[in-house]
């Protein structure tokens, strides 16, 4: 038995790993378009930032680790054709020499690429890229290309497109290097991933550590500013309402979403979904026999509302393991997802889980979204923080649909958002979530857990209490 895995990041190696761990037998290849397999690209913010202080240190595992599991590692090979019929997989090595690897099950995991929006200056003849400091950021390769700005250029100003979470941790990291930000939002929230309610204090928390947040602003232009200018990158951007805006900075950071990079997998005529991912089943099987995907690049099951595409790292690593068990001949099955996400926004956090108000409404159900607060453990104690919450519940039922948390990250709101994850999971009411036997001390908690006073609150308004 040959498992060949195409992809080195979350998906690839999971899968790799556990078929290792199930079978010593099993003879398993991952083929890696780079030479950083098993990176946390999840951690390149903060490696930016300086707090992790060399790069290699994201790794997961070492090459050397990964190795030591029984698995071989095609390092600076890109995987550029399936055929299927053959199960043969064509790859090309760094020095151009092409190979047909033979495979029994195939994983295909070669996840996302960061999306271009369609801005001036950005693609096309003459483009701007990272020799002009201007960065999209997915890869240890994009991550080498910005530190290369930051320790040549010494730029003192960035904009970055973008106000999603990459965005935001990217912008603390480039605030902590001591850049001077401005983050441009075409929506009119920062984190539109979460209520406005909750975006507001997000933005708040950017502008109170010194970044100029501008939402509602589309970017439409990047180019050289002129000589003897402040910056030398020039970006033009205009408002919702039409008004030009203008910055002169020394670099730009592109982080507008990613899409599922499927080329290899559609050439082979592999069927694609939601999003036009890879469309798997909840087995990770793609529509072509001996070929299994998981990861960024395909379709993500959402236990609330069918097939949606969430790609997030947890994900990847889950999906990655369902295929290489299945690879092997198992009949696990992906749980799936509930979008739980959590980011660090300076000193505060914002956290999700299940489904929003709007998103509930489109999944055929009857919500309910109730603002509440509480502090993380008895103010009397020092050091409590509020933490905000909101808190979506089906009018039909009771059952808890979504939270949404925001609090100092002192505060375990990514801890708590977990237990709010855990009973959507498991198809809790609102009204199970308050009876819940948590623990409490004083320093760390209070009598009623504060998920369950936002639990309490919404049953209130939904008439239940
Ligand atoms: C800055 C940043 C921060 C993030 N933070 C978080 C976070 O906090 N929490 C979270 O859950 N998620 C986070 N994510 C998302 C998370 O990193 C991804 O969801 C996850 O890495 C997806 O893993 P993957 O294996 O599917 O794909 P990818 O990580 O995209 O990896 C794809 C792999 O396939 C290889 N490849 C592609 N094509 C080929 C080919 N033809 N031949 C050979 N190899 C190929 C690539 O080299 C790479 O090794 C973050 C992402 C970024 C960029």
């Known amino acids: 038995m040959h498992l060949v895995a195409i992809g080195g990041s979350d998906a690839g190696i999971s899968a790799a790993l556990r078929a290792r761990e199930l079978d010593p037998a099993c003879e398993v290849t991952v083929v890696v378009a780079d030479a950083y397999p098993n990176f946390s690209i999840c951690g390149i913010p903060y490696y930016v930032s300086g707090e992790v202080t060399h790069w290699r240190n994201l790794a997961h595992r070492t090459v050397a680790d990964l190795e030591a599991t029984g698995m071989r590692l095609r390092l600076d090979t890109t995987a550029r054709r399936i ?132 939402t509602g602003t589309a970017v439409k232009v990047i180019g050289q500013a002129p000589a003897g200018g402040e910056g030398r990158l020039r970006v033009e951007a205009a408002t919702t309402g039409g008004e030009p805006v203008r910055r002169d900075v020394d670099m730009v950071l592109v982080v507008v979403g990613v899409r599922p990079d499927t080329g290899l997998a559609a050439d082979a005529g592999a069927e694609l979904g939601f999003k036009r991912a890879i469309a798997v089943d909840r087995g990770m099987r793609t529509s072509l026999p001996d070929v299994l995907a998981a990861g960024d690049c395909v379709i993500t099951y959402h236990r609330l509302l069918g097939e949606s595409y969430l790609p997030l790292g947890t994900t990847a690593h889950k999906q990655g393991r369902v295929a290489g068990e299945n690879a092997l001949g198992g009949s696990r099955e992906f749980a799936g997802s509930l979008g739980t996400q959590v980011v660090k926004i300076f000193d505060e956090v914002a956290a999700r889980t299940g489904l929003r108000d709007h998103e509930a409404a489109a999944g055929d159900f009857d919500p309910l979204t109730v603002e509440s607060e509480a502090d993380d453990h008895k103010a009397y104690y020092p050091g409590s923080h509020r933490i905000a919450m909101r808190f979506t519940g089906d009018r039909r039922g009771g059952r808890l649909l979504g939270v949404q948390l925001f609090g100092h990250r002192h505060a375990e709101v990514a801890k708590r958002i977990d237990i709010a994850a855990t009973a959507i999971f498991h198809g809790m009411t609102v009204e199970d979530v308050s009876d819940l036997d948590l623990s409490y001390t004083p320093p760390l908690g209070s009598p009623w857990e504060a998920i369950q006073i936002g639990a309490q609150a919404w049953a209130r308004q939904a008439g239940l209490r």
């Open 83 to 214: 055929d299927v019929a053959a199960r043969k997989l064509l790859v090309t090595a760094a020095d151009g020499s092409e190979e047909l690897l033979a495979y029994d099950k195939l994983v295909v995991g070669t996840g996302a690429v960061p999306v271009r929006p369609p801005i001036r200056g950005l693609e096309g003849p003459g483009a701007l890229g990272p020799g002009d400091g201007v960065h999209l950021l997915h890869s240890m390769g994009d991550t080498f290309a910005i530190m290369r700005t930051l320790e040549s250029a010494s730029p003192a100003s960035a904009v970055i497109v973008g106000a999603g979470y990459i965005g935001l941790e990217m912008a603390e990291a480039l605030v902590a290097r001591g850049l001077s930000v401005t983050q441009m939002e075409q929506l009119p929230q920062v984190l539109p991933t979460v209520d406005p309610e909750l975006g507001a204090l997000v933005h708040a928390q950017l502008a109170g550590h010194g970044v100029e947040v501008l």
